[in-house]
């Protein structure tokens, strides 16, 4: 398994990683609202990571995307509405921020609150197909 960036993956890395025998990708997707990459200054385009979603899919290379989600003024109601938002037919993983110690990165949500995000996400993610295991979240 390997992590790539959704910038700059094109057909023939596609075709170079399933000939070489890659068999699974993570990608930092983060988010598919444009106004939250800009945010987060992750300097891609929506239409960048489902260009590469989509050569995942065509070239039949297995790989999880993770949605960042719970940065410092994000409210539960914003959460859940790009959970809901979410595109079908890809393979996300959403998860909350755990920031690095010494980042600028805060979180506004209560303890309360996180635990019913996880919730929200573990069943987002099995009803997806996935299992997550008790303590990963």
Not at 15 to 43: H, T
Not at 76 to 98: C, H, M, R, S
Not at 119 to 136: L, P, R
């Amino acid at each position: 398994s390997a992590a790539i960036r959704a910038d700059v993956f094109d057909d023939e890395m596609a075709v170079a990683a399933k000939y070489s025998g890659c068999q699974y990708f993570v990608i930092g997707i983060e988010s598919f609202r444009q106004d939250r990459l800009d945010k987060m200054n992750k300097w891609i385009r929506v239409d960048q990571i489902k260009t590469t979603l989509d050569l995942l899919h065509k070239y039949g290379i297995n790989y999880h995307g993770n949605i960042i989600l719970g940065l410092d003024g994000e409210t539960v109601e914003d959460i859940t509405q790009e959970i809901e938002e979410l595109p079908k037919g890809y393979n996300l993983f959403p998860v909350l921020a755990q920031p690095f110690v010494g980042t600028k990165v805060t979180s506004s949500l209560s303890s309360d609150q996180r635990d019913h995000l996880n919730k929200i996400f573990s069943d987002y993610a099995e009803n997806q197909g996935k299992h997550i295991y008790e303590g990963v979240i």
